[in-house]
């Protein structure tokens, strides 16, 4: 066993959950990945921004007309490319601001993969398409960490604020 088993491999009761394997084996599909918010390059950032603070998501995926992914417009492209310029969301076509063509995964890919472009390309935001190149659905860095926490949630969720003792509900009174 290689140190990053030794030390990412955790025992819970009598299970042991090999968080390694997990997290090279498991594909993307076992993300809960959002509905993605998709518009077209005409849309206006103001529309964009609208759809996202209804939705709750961190960006938009731009469709081409036969519903394919063509670029994508994040929260970050808002203060980058629209804020900070001082262009006028009202009248900024998403085409001027948005990143084309940018790097989709499918539900097949790896966790792992998915892991790689975030940390490697610094994206937050990943689009998932089909066989066709459609939209079906968005990857965020949370995303990865809500599943991540999933797979030791004891540790996780009782870690003390200082974090270096684990607390075991078991063993503590009320607590």
């Known amino acids: 066993m ?33 509905e993605p918010i998709c518009l077209p390059a005409t849309a206006t950032v103001r529309e964009a921004i609208q759809r996202m603070l209804a939705r709750r998501q961190a960006g938009v995926l731009i469709v081409d007309g036969d519903g394919r992914l063509a670029g994508i417009f994040t929260e970050r492209d808002v203060l980058t490319r629209v804020v900070g310029p001082g262009r006028d969301p009202a009248r900024t076509p998403l085409a001027d601001v948005m990143t084309p063509n940018p790097e989709a995964l499918t539900a097949a ?33 949370g995303d990865v960490v809500r599943w991540l926490a999933d797979l030791f949630p004891e540790a996780i969720l009782n870690l003390a604020p200082g974090g270096d003792t684990l607390k075991h509900p078991g063993e503590i009174d009320a607590g």
């Open 2 to 34: 290689s140190d990053f088993e030794d030390e990412y491999t955790t025992e819970t009761g009598d299970a042991e959950v090999d968080v390694t394997r997990a997290v090279l084996d498991a594909r993307i599909a076992v993300l809960a990945s959002a």
């Open 109 to 141: 890919h790896r966790v792992a993969y998915a892991i790689h472009c975030m940390s490697v390309a610094g994206y937050r935001t990943v689009p998932l398409v089909d066989d066709a190149g459609r939209p079906i659905g968005i990857v965020t860095v």
